[in-house]
């Protein structure tokens, strides 16, 4: 049917209408497309382009070189060397457990070796490199090497672990690495990603540990391209981690292995500080243990000995270890009376051998008594029976300040694992930590360092090496981080009266110098370097009143574990102190008979640097010296300029 033009012109209308509508919409999607495009393409092309990198690249980290530790003289303590270690591929290497066999026909190879291997490629990705073995000889890396083609998945590989050259002269003080373990990580708040790192190594002790992040350094990383399978293709790039710090102690290494040598099998401790400033020249802690052993996995067998032995090699004594200081702590006690002006160096005291108070007998150690002793006397030979009645008029709590103020019942800052506080008790303390109220045998205890006074060998050198010089002195451990000295230990005036300071100091000479002085057998006789020092005797068991009648047992009659402790301070030369040193013998018996020997040669080890010279012993006593010496099995200890400074 023929449509009129004006309906024609109607559907052309229409038409045109829906056309620009249709063309409207299809310009309108083609620009909003184009603006995604533009905005995918363009603007948000970094992050797309990550994304697809991400799939492509894998981002490995690259551990860090650990920082070095030397001693006052440049002598290395701990270093990095070579590792020659096996690597292997799971995905490539086949049957597992074929090829831990083939591996155990060519390098030495326990059961248990083969179980922990196995165990860590299967913990691992297929195709993650995992370390299965590590320090292996030259020999068995060759060997290795040059079966790896009947080894598939089987990769040698040179990297670095920890070594120890000092072995068990500085194992309680250096410390040693371990690999990190989930009680590790849980430590840690924010981890350091580089912990992850398979079989990587952190510090588990001593100065390894508390300044593990010093010491750590940055990791580095690299670029490797991986197909879809997550199988590496080439490596695109990588950036080196960044060294740890090199740090350089005080300990001077020879004088450390003298004194290691020194304490021999004992179960004992001894601590030397400069007085100059604070510098901890040796801290030994007998028996020892090597501590290369833990890094590369101590044995079952090994591990047991050490915890099992009776004189606990394991423990860090000198500075974890806390003991009744004995006879050491009357210098605190005469001290805090002489501020308090409640006695005068010339006051006498008379000791018929005890004192009665509170109903109870509080003996002397000499059975018959001292007769009249002044404050020198008390000091040169020991008497309790004065120290009793000074502290029954000075009080606990002005002897207990006096001990905090010469660094007993502190803990002193030190890059060490656990340094013990000690205790210097006063009233307020038994109140709150024993719910009951002070006693005056308490007081009278305190007064000869027994009954709740405890200090450690650190804290007893600290003491010795204030009542020196009159100042403060804090012990030094780390001298330079990256050539960066550490602030000094040598510290400000104490405050003290020097008149006091002198009395006390004129005593501890008398005690290595007169006749009668406890530690007379044990003086210095080389002119300008003479001793000043201190015997001290703790008791570890109470002596029963039917045993004081019967007559007491001497300490080498009983068992081992129920002798006295023997305890020594000192500090030389006495008209001019450089050094202070602390020596305790666990159930050696007397002060006088086993500690302060050792003390004395290790004094003149420190202030002759060598060897002590015979000459400086009593001429009755060389002999025995000069055997004592040479049987010492002491290391050649070479710095990295100068002469040599021990005797190989």
């Known amino acids: ?26 310009v309108a999607f083609a620009g909003v497309l184009a603006a995604r495009m533009r905005y995918m ?20 980290l690259i551990a860090p070189t650990r920082g070095l530790i030397f001693d006052r003289n440049g002598v290395p303590l701990a270093i990095n060397e070579q590792n020659y270690r096996i690597v292997v591929v799971r995905e490539d290497a086949g049957d597992v457990d074929e090829l831990l066999a083939r591996l155990s026909r060519i390098v030495p190879m326990t059961m248990e070796d083969a179980e922990r291997a196995r165990r860590e490629l299967f913990k691992q990705p297929a195709h993650k490199p995992v370390t299965i073995l590590d320090r292996l000889s030259w020999e068995d890396f060759s060997k290795v090497s040059v079966n790896s083609p009947s ?3 089987v990769t040698p590989d040179i990297g670095l672990s920890r070594f120890y050259p000092a072995g068990e002269d500085l194992a309680h003080v250096v410390g040693y690495v371990g690999p990190v373990s989930d009680y590790d990580l849980s430590r840690i708040n924010d981890p350091d990603p580089v912990l992850q790192i398979p079989r990587f190594q952190i510090g588990k002790t001593g100065v390894e540990a508390k300044t593990e992040d010093s010491l750590r350094g940055l990791a580095g990383n690299k670029f490797e391209e991986q197909n879809a399978y997550g199988r590496i293709i080439r490596e695109l ?63 079952v067998a090994d591990y047991r000995a050490l915890t099992e032995h009776d004189h606990r090699p394991l423990a860090s004594k000198p500075f974890q270890g806390i003991y009744p200081p004995g006879s050491t702590f009357k210098m605190v006690t005469a001290l805090a009376a002489l501020e308090e002006g409640v006695i ?7 000791c018929p051998g005890h004192l009665e108070s509170g109903g109870r007998r509080f003996h002397c150690w000499k059975r018959g008594g001292h007769g009249h002793v002044d404050l020198k006397t008390s000091i040169e030979q020991s008497c309790d029976v004065y120290y009793y009645d000074v502290a029954q008029r000075v009080g606990i709590d002005k002897i207990s300040e006096m001990a905090r103020r010469l660094g007993i019942g502190v803990s002193h800052d030190l890059p060490l694992s656990a340094v013990a506080r000690g ?19 308490d007081t009278l205890n305190a ?26 002195v804090s012990p030094r451990l780390v001298r330079t981080i990256d050539g960066v000295e550490a602030p000094s230990g040598g510290g400000e005036r104490l405050g003290l009266d020097p008149r006091h300071l002198a009395y006390i100091r004129d005593g501890m000479n008398a005690v290595s110098n007169n006749r009668r002085g406890t530690a007379f057998r044990s003086r210095i006789v080389a002119e300008g370097l003479e001793m000043a020092g201190k015997t001290g005797t703790s008791q570890v068991r109470n002596i029963t009143a039917a045993e004081r009648a019967a007559g007491v047992f001497r300490n080498e009659d009983l068992p081992w574990e129920r002798r006295d402790h023997a305890l020594f301070v000192c500090y030389a030369p006495v008209e001019n102190p450089r050094v202070a040193v602390s020596v305790v013998v666990e159930h050696g018996g007397g002060g006088s008979t086993a500690a302060a020997p050792i003390a004395r040669d290790i004094m003149l080890r420190a202030l002759y640097g060598d060897v002590p010279p015979l000459e400086a012993y009593p001429p009755e006593q060389r002999r025995a010296a000069d055997e004592r010496l040479n049987a010492l099995p002491l290391r050649d200890s070479r710095p990295t300029s100068g002469p040599t400074r021990t005797r190989a």
């Open 151 to 153: 080894l598939p998945g």
């Open 41 to 60: 393409q363009v603007d948000q092309a970094d992050k797309f382009r990550l994304l697809a990198e991400e799939n492509r690249i894998r981002v490995r």
């Open 423 to 441: 205790l210097a008790p006063n009233k307020a303390w038994k109140l709150e930590a024993r719910g009951a109220d002070w006693l005056i045998g």
């Open 447 to 472: 007064s000869i360092g027994q009954g709740f006074v405890l200090a450690s060998p650190l804290q007893l050198a600290v003491m010795t090496a204030r009542i020196a010089t009159g100042r403060a």
């Open 237 to 299: 790039r990588r950036t080196p981690g960044t060294k740890g710090a090199d740090l350089q102690l005080t300990i001077d290494e020879g004088l450390q292995n003298f004194v290691q040598k020194r304490l021999g099998e004992e179960s004992a401790s001894a601590v030397v500080i400069d007085l100059a400033e604070g510098d901890l020249l040796g801290i030994a802690s007998a028996p020892s243990f090597d501590p290369n052993k833990f890094v590369r996995g101590i044995s």
């Open 344 to 350: 005068t160096p010339d006051e006498t005291v008379y």
């Open 1 to 26: 049917m023929k449509q009129s033009p004006k309906n024609i012109a109607q559907s052309v209308r229409t038409i045109g209408r829906r056309g620009f509508l249709i063309g409207a919409t299809q």
